[in-house]
């Protein structure tokens, strides 16, 4: 028989919506047509539990998928047996009652789907009812929030079960509906039984009570929003693209949280690069390491099984497989021979004592907890299936690179020595794989590097700080100390060791670099400013060239060693993650896979401009500004400064723990800077952050948030809110002692004390050899104190919002429990919240989601004046 069914959904115009006092009504619909669905065979036949097929089963049955889908006017609807319709919309009566189908009984159910935007202008609580006479279901936001199970033949019956929603007298769904500012979508389904003949109606309304009113929601047809939170943590995300090395085939990573649970998958998928066809796919296998060999489109990847790992190997073009080393306890990873008659892998052997319940710490760094693990190589030969153990000793041996012909290979040693800055020591080696014989290319550096072979062998293509390679990379006035944060790149001779420093007069700043045999170029990802960028160096010729890849930001890139092919992923400041391809030949640039392009189909963004000022010093101090999507500069706005303040500029990302498109889609402008001590920016500017602690700095902040305000007269200077994390959750305390120039603050696992973060964070001793070169508790005063936020507590008068995870061995949470403490005592506007079990970053979806809830409440009271979200998840209290 054939099947036919009714969608219908919900979408409410604000020119059409009646308002009743606080009350809103639906006022037009959007609708596809009514169709017939079938029972299934046998339904009047009870099961084994004695009942027939009902039709409250025919309603909870899933017949169409409607996550990701937002429909809206003249778009097409693909449905079962190859049936489709168009949205269209209609109206209700003047009481909002909306015509479902024609009273005429039929000789099958009936279904309807139907959805509502409801946008909103603020958070809100209000109720939301629905009525029909028939069954149906709602979902508010993808979340179940009502079931009627009951009918109702001309008035003279009432419903009696609401198993999801709160409310089903007199037919009648009820939900209270509490929702942040932007587009939400409502769905129900709404079923018929065969044979009814009562007619087939929907009403539905929203009941908005004090202090909220009914200007604070609007109904619309169009399904426009702005960028809410599930939009960059649900989904399929990319993780990496890594392209075959004929440049042929590409393997791209993905990855999708599965909410409500905080679980997540990541899988990969071969594909081909001319027209994207899938070759094989490795969802819901258990395997990992996926790599492409170096030299053929064959891959190997691992599976686990009792803690114990196995390498597969796998043809891509064949599709023949092979079982490789078998049964490895503590694998730590594997680098193939360009020949690919070997590969070289390491097992990590356990440290003893490491969970005593009297430990005896041995150092600083034994107080991580894999610190007295080590490390070692060995090499597999495929043919043969032979194994030989490479390296032993104390040390962990870090490999490097095997070279092109497979004779040789770099590793490195590292241990701690607290006696000198950087507080280690690092040991390069040159191993001949035939006689074991190792050669040490350097010993002693204070500074380490990483290295990979030239394509002919001769050289080592090296990245590190300006300081590692005594100092060769440093570019800085006499009398400052480099910021070894801002990476550079090196190229060693191995015939005399000696070193190029050819980005020396590079502003940039290295994140990776390769040398292609393909061309003999060597190609540099880099931080440029804030944004993320390709160069190409040319060896021969000693020059940079900057690769246009249509993009603001590359989180990753990947290189085919045979073709001169890349593949990265990379988004603009307002647009998504995307996958890309690019012809290294003629920068021909070609889109791979994007994963969130329907997710993002209605999202509206507002404009973002750069805002450059020059600081009283003369510092020229780089900057953005995101504005809402409805900008009217006629209007005021509330205001969001965010700063880093530290070595790392603020860049041009799209998502991240601190969206600023999301903060400007809710009514804020967001002013980001980036003061003195950023890296890509050159050498001289990054290392201003050295033995700083916001000594110049705060003031770059303070001077550009009211040069911002002077520039920009609908930039609200009663309404400004500054933020920071990590050093920049620092900077927002330190500014607080400043000045009162901002109306709220939030410091995300901020340091208050620089001296207890120094001794008790894992890093601190390590981070502040950087950040405060040279100086130490008892011979800075000046810093330590001076700088350190708890100090100089009695001076903040702003209400400060402090967050962290309360496993942080980052920042360790007692940084913002101490600055709670002081601001408490001093009786000053302060709250702290502890993420129960995370670390520096706040990374379990649904804790994440409760993080985000907290900070955009907290704008919302303070910069808004709108206290009521953040009063239902952080009630007062009598404590």
Same mark, same amino acid.
């Given at each position: 028989m054939?099947?036919?069914?009714?969608?219908?959904?919900?979408?409410?115009?604000?020119?059409?919506?009646?308002f009743?006092?606080?009350?809103?009504?639906v006022?037009?619909?959007?609708?596809t047509?009514?169709?017939?669905?079938?029972?299934?065979?046998?339904h009047?036949?009870?099961?084994?539990?004695g009942?027939?097929f009902?039709d409250?089963?025919?309603l909870?049955?899933?017949?169409?998928?409607?996550?990701?889908?937002?429909?809206?006017d003249?778009?097409?609807l693909?449905w079962?047996?190859?049936?489709?319709?168009?949205?269209?919309q209609?109206?209700?009566?003047?009481?909002?009652?909306v015509?479902?189908?024609q009273?005429?009984?039929?000789?099958?159910p009936?279904v309807a789907?139907?959805?509502?935007y409801?946008?909103?202008e603020?958070?809100?609580?209000?109720?939301?009812?629905?009525?029909?006479?028939?069954?149906?279901?709602?979902?508010l936001?993808?979340?179940?929030i009502?079931t009627?199970?009951s009918?109702e033949?001309?008035?003279?019956?009432?419903?009696?079960d609401?198993?999801?929603?709160?409310n089903?007298?007199m037919?009648?769904?009820?939900?209270q509906?509490?929702?942040?500012?932007?587009?939400h979508?409502l769905?129900?389904?709404?079923?018929?039984?065969?044979?009814?003949?009562?007619p087939?109606?929907?009403?539905?309304?929203i009941?908005?009570?004090e202090?909220?009113?009914?200007n604070d929601?609007?109904?619309?047809?169009?399904p426009?929003?702005?960028?809410?939170?599930?939009?960059?943590?649900?989904?399929?995300k990319?993780?990496?693209?890594?392209?075959?090395?004929d440049?042929?085939?590409?393997?791209?990573?993905y990855r999708q949280s599965?909410p409500?649970?905080?679980?997540s998958?990541s899988?990969?998928?071969?594909?081909?690069?001319?027209d994207?066809s899938?070759?094989?796919s490795?969802r819901?296998?258990n395997v990992?390491?996926?790599s492409?060999?170096?030299?053929s489109?064959?891959?190997?990847?691992t599976t686990?099984?009792?803690?114990?790992?196995?390498?597969?190997?796998?043809?891509?073009?064949?599709g023949?497989?092979?079982?490789l080393?078998?049964?490895?306890?503590?694998?730590?990873g594997l680098?193939?021979?360009?020949a690919?008659?070997?590969?070289?892998?390491?097992?990590t052997?356990?440290?003893?004592?490491?969970d005593?319940?009297?430990?005896h710490?041995?150092?600083?760094?034994?107080?991580?907890?894999?610190?007295?693990?080590?490390s070692?190589?060995y090499?597999?030969?495929k043919d043969?299936?032979a194994?030989?153990?490479l390296?032993?000793?104390?040390?962990?041996t870090?490999?490097?690179d095997i070279s092109?012909?497979g004779?040789?290979l770099?590793?490195?040693?590292?241990?701690?020595?607290?006696l000198?800055?950087?507080?280690s020591k690092?040991?390069?080696?040159i191993?001949?794989?035939?006689s074991?014989q190792?050669?040490t290319?350097?010993?002693?550096?204070r500074?380490?590097?990483?290295?990979q072979?030239s394509?002919?062998?001769?050289?080592?293509?090296?990245?590190?700080?300006?300081?590692?390679? %005594?100092r060769?990379?440093?570019? +800085?006035?006499?009398?400052m100390? &480099?910021n070894?944060y801002? #990476?550079?790149? /090196? $190229?060693?001779?191995?015939?005399?060791?000696?070193?190029?420093?050819?980005?020396?007069?590079?502003?940039p700043?290295?994140?990776?670099?390769?040398?292609?045999r393909?061309d003999?170029?060597?190609y540099?990802?880099?931080?440029?400013?804030d944004?993320?960028?390709?160069?190409r160096?040319?060896v021969?010729?000693?020059?940079?060239?900057?690769? %246009?890849t249509?993009t603001?930001? +590359?989180?990753?890139?990947?290189? &085919?060693s045979q073709?001169? #092919?890349a593949? /990265? $992923?990379?988004?603009l400041?307002?647009?998504?993650?995307?996958g890309?391809?690019?012809?290294l030949?003629?920068e021909?640039?070609?889109l791979?896979?994007?994963?969130?392009?329907?997710r993002?189909?209605h999202?509206?963004?507002?404009?973002?401009?750069?805002?450059?000022?020059?600081?009283g010093?003369?510092?020229?101090?780089?900057?953005?500004?995101?504005?809402?999507p409805?900008f009217?500069?006629e209007?005021?706005?509330?205001?969001i400064?965010y700063?880093?303040?530290?070595t790392?500029?603020?860049?041009?990302?799209?998502?991240g723990r601190y969206p600023?498109?999301?903060?400007?889609g809710n009514?804020?402008?967001?002013?980001?800077?980036?003061?003195?001590g950023a890296?890509?920016?050159?050498?001289e500017?990054?290392?201003?952050?050295?033995?700083n602690?916001?000594?110049?700095?705060?003031?770059?902040?303070?001077?550009?948030?009211?040069?911002?305000?002077e520039?920009?007269p609908?930039?609200?200077?009663a309404?400004?809110g500054v933020?920071g994390?990590?050093?920049?959750?620092f900077m927002?305390m330190?500014?607080?002692?400043?000045?009162d120039?901002?109306?709220?603050?939030?410091?995300?696992?901020?340091?208050?004390?620089i001296?207890?973060?120094?001794?008790?964070?894992y890093?601190?001793?390590?981070?502040s050899?950087?950040?405060?070169a040279?100086?130490f508790?008892?011979?800075?005063?000046?810093?330590?104190?001076?700088?350190?936020?708890?100090y100089?507590?009695?001076r903040v008068?702003t209400?400060?919002?402090?967050?962290t995870?309360d496993?942080?061995?980052n920042?360790?949470p007692?940084?913002s429990?101490q600055?709670y403490?002081?601001?408490?005592l001093?009786?000053?506007?302060?709250?702290?919240?502890?993420?129960?079990?995370?670390?520096h970053?706040?990374?379990?979806?649904?804790?994440?989601?409760?993080?985000h809830?907290?900070?955009?409440a907290?704008?919302d009271r303070?910069?808004?004046?709108?206290?009521e979200?953040?009063q239902e998840?952080?009630?007062?209290?009598?404590?």
């Amino acid at each position: 028989m054939k099947k036919i069914v009714f969608f219908l959904v919900v979408s409410i115009l604000i020119s059409q919506a009646l308002f009743a006092g606080d009350r809103v009504v639906v006022s037009r619909w959007l609708t596809t047509g009514p169709l017939d669905v079938n029972l299934p065979v046998f339904h009047n036949t009870p099961d084994t539990r004695g009942s027939t097929f009902s039709d409250r089963q025919l309603l909870v049955f899933d017949h169409i998928e409607m996550q990701e889908y937002f429909p809206a006017d003249g778009k097409p609807l693909q449905w079962l047996n190859g049936q489709s319709a168009t949205w269209q919309q209609i109206h209700s009566d003047a009481d909002g009652l909306v015509e479902i189908g024609q009273a005429d009984a039929t000789n099958n159910p009936q279904v309807a789907y139907l959805a509502a935007y409801i946008h909103t202008e603020r958070w809100i609580d209000a109720r939301l009812e629905m009525k029909s006479p028939f069954l149906f279901e709602a979902w508010l936001n993808g979340e179940k929030i009502g079931t009627k199970s009951s009918i109702e033949r001309q008035k003279a019956e009432t419903g009696n079960d609401d198993e999801q929603g709160e409310n089903n007298s007199m037919g009648r769904v009820g939900h209270q509906m509490k929702l942040p500012m932007g587009t939400h979508l409502l769905v129900i389904k709404a079923l018929r039984p065969a044979g009814e003949e009562t007619p087939w109606h929907l009403t539905g309304h929203i009941s908005v009570g004090e202090p909220f009113s009914a200007n604070d929601l609007m109904p619309v047809t169009d399904p426009a929003n702005i960028k809410n939170i599930h939009h960059f943590m649900d989904g399929v995300k990319l993780s990496s693209l890594r392209p075959s090395p004929d440049g042929s085939m590409v393997a791209i990573a993905y990855r999708q949280s599965l909410p409500p649970s905080d679980r997540s998958e990541s899988w990969t998928e071969i594909r081909r690069l001319a027209d994207n066809s899938l070759v094989h796919s490795f969802r819901h296998a258990n395997v990992s390491r996926i790599s492409w060999l170096p030299s053929s489109n064959a891959i190997s990847y691992t599976t686990l099984r009792d803690g114990r790992t196995t390498v597969h190997w796998q043809h891509m073009e064949t599709g023949e497989k092979k079982q490789l080393l078998d049964g490895v306890e503590h694998f730590g990873g594997l680098s193939w021979s360009p020949a690919e008659d070997f590969f070289i892998y390491s097992v990590t052997d356990r440290g003893s004592g490491a969970d005593a319940t009297m430990r005896h710490i041995l150092g600083m760094q034994d107080r991580q907890p894999h610190f007295r693990h080590r490390s070692f190589l060995y090499k597999y030969e495929k043919d043969s299936g032979a194994s030989t153990r490479l390296t032993h000793g104390s040390l962990t041996t870090s490999l490097h690179d095997i070279s092109p012909g497979g004779s040789h290979l770099v590793f490195s040693q590292s241990h701690p020595d607290y006696l000198e800055r950087p507080y280690s020591k690092h040991h390069l080696f040159i191993m001949d794989l035939e006689s074991l014989q190792t050669d040490t290319l350097l010993a002693n550096q204070r500074w380490g590097v990483s290295t990979q072979f030239s394509p002919d062998g001769n050289y080592l293509l090296a990245t590190g700080g300006p300081s590692a390679l %005594d100092r060769a990379g440093e570019n +800085i006035p006499q009398g400052m100390i &480099a910021n070894n944060y801002d #990476t550079q790149a /090196y $190229i060693i001779s191995l015939a005399d060791l000696s070193v190029d420093a050819f980005t020396r007069d590079f502003d940039p700043s290295v994140v990776s670099v390769y040398w292609h045999r393909a061309d003999n170029h060597i190609y540099l990802l880099a931080g440029d400013e804030d944004y993320r960028r390709l160069f190409r160096y040319n060896v021969n010729r000693r020059g940079f060239a900057r690769i %246009d890849t249509q993009t603001d930001f +590359i989180t990753s890139i990947g290189f &085919a060693s045979q073709s001169q #092919t890349a593949t /990265y $992923i990379g988004n603009l400041v307002n647009a998504p993650h995307r996958g890309y391809s690019i012809n290294l030949r003629n920068e021909g640039v070609a889109l791979l896979a994007d994963p969130d392009a329907e997710r993002y189909r209605h999202v509206q963004f507002g404009e973002v401009r750069d805002w450059d000022f020059t600081a009283g010093t003369g510092v020229r101090v780089k900057g953005r500004v995101y504005l809402p999507p409805d900008f009217d500069p006629e209007k005021t706005y509330p205001v969001i400064v965010y700063q880093y303040g530290g070595t790392n500029p603020v860049g041009r990302t799209f998502g991240g723990r601190y969206p600023f498109n999301l903060w400007a889609g809710n009514g804020y402008l967001v002013y980001v800077l980036q003061p003195s001590g950023a890296t890509g920016f050159g050498q001289e500017f990054s290392a201003a952050h050295v033995n700083n602690w916001g000594k110049t700095v705060a003031d770059e902040i303070i001077e550009g948030t009211r040069k911002f305000l002077e520039a920009h007269p609908f930039a609200d200077p009663a309404r400004v809110g500054v933020a920071g994390a990590s050093y920049g959750g620092f900077m927002t305390m330190l500014l607080l002692t400043h000045t009162d120039i901002y109306a709220a603050g939030i410091s995300h696992a901020g340091i208050s004390n620089i001296a207890s973060y120094w001794g008790e964070g894992y890093w601190g001793y390590s981070y502040s050899a950087e950040a405060t070169a040279n100086s130490f508790p008892w011979d800075s005063r000046d810093i330590y104190v001076g700088q350190s936020p708890l100090y100089r507590a009695d001076r903040v008068n702003t209400p400060l919002l402090l967050i962290t995870g309360d496993a942080d061995t980052n920042v360790p949470p007692g940084e913002s429990i101490q600055m709670y403490t002081a601001l408490k005592l001093l009786g000053r506007p302060v709250e702290l919240i502890l993420v129960e079990g995370e670390d520096h970053h706040i990374v379990t979806y649904s804790k994440r989601l409760k993080w985000h809830d907290a900070i955009m409440a907290w704008w919302d009271r303070h910069l808004k004046e709108e206290p009521e979200w953040w009063q239902e998840q952080y009630p007062e209290n009598n404590y």
